[in-house]
């Protein structure tokens, strides 16, 4: 008989194929590393897992984009200082024929966040701006939700070192596999069940916020005294969404923000981070940044200036907001406590904004606009989107109708409306 974490793998594993890409009968399935995290090998046994569920699910074909962290440490420690702007094109190429023919996209996002954390920035950072360059057609075209994808977690050596440092080395992974498998409701009498009753929640407070078309934010904190426009016909999105190819999908698991795009150039006054940036093999803390005219035009950091320096110059989109997404603190990622130094997981435990590139489902017909079009209406174009935790049980949030009257959407960090 399977044991009670062996019965939790196959739930979360069927939560992600049917919550999570929503897998159609006869479709493909490409398995890769999300955004620069490179999922290593002792993952082997779960994306089995995945894999074989994804079959018994109809999937034609699944294919799997294996990669392993320690060979690009390794990289770093050895290549040639100057043969970092080389990347191997092929992988691109097979995660854009994928997209291009409406495949379904599952990343996995686990990593060691400490495991760069020696390594020279410079290098970095070009690494980082090669793959996004070479990634912008495919992250475009899944930003426009093109096709059915998600992103998921799991528990990988070092990560687990660096949340729960207190606890017996060996208990660590457990600890991180019940962690998520409760913030991803795998643990519930019927998780789909649960994630169906979720996803309309966040349906809910998505429409009452579509209904308002609010065209101004007012976010007050500690530290944070931030305005945002709001562009004309904006579509705040929250839970599950539906691709371009008719299928319904819950693009993050966990989720708990409902998100839309600012103003590309509308955005004034102060933020202050109230949670670390783990990125790229980088981390950012106790940041703050101001802006003025939707524009970032000073940033300060307590640690990680250089990468924060580097973040805001990888192109002219990067310095302008592209999102902003409210959680409130009593989300259960919150509620728990911890750090996971694991953007996606972070993200849902805080409101946050991102720098970087808008997501075009956010604004009626996006998906069909030009990028000129798009960036006309008040989008902002970019190769990276990074996700910034600004939220706290003291945030307060205002919504500013055209007429100028300001209507509670938050108040110390819970929702100030019913749905």
Known sequence: MPSEFEQNLEKYAEVILKVGV????????????ATFASFPLELATFVEIIVKKAY??????????????QIHLIRFQHAPRDSFE?????????ALEFVEKGDAILGI??????????????????NRRTILKHSKHVNK??????????????PVDGWTDKI??????????AKLWDTIFDICRVNQKDPISAWK????????????LNNKQYSILKLKGPGTDLVIGLPRKHIWIGGSEVSQNG?????????????TLPHKDKTEGVVTATKPLSYGGSRIEDFKLKFSEGKVIEATAGKGQKFLDQFIKTDEGASYLGEIALVPHSSPISQSGLIFYNILIDENASCHIALGRAYSPCLENGEQMSDEGFMNAGGNMSIMHVDLMIGSGEMNVDGILENGIAEPIMRNGEWAFDV
């Open 22 to 33: 929503n897998l159609q009968k006869g479709q493909r399935l490409m398995v890769i590393q």
């Open 56 to 69: 018994q699910l109809g999937a034609r074909f699944v294919e799997v984009l294996w990669d392993h962290p």
């Open 86 to 94: 080389e990347h191997p094109i092929w992988r691109t190429s097979a």
């Open 109 to 126: 996002l686990a990593s060691n966040p400490d495991l760069f954390i020696e390594q020279d920035p410079e290098l970095m950072d070009i």
């Open 141 to 154: 075209l899944i930003s426009k939700n093109a096709t059915n994808w998600a992103v998921i977690a799991a």
């Open 164 to 173: 729960f440092p207190n606890l017996a080395p060996d208990k660590r992974k």
């Open 197 to 208: 009753d979720h996803n309309n929640q966040l349906h809910a407070r998505m429409k009452f």
């Open 247 to 259: 299928i319904e999908f819950t693009a993050n698991l966990p989720t708990e923000e409902i998100f």
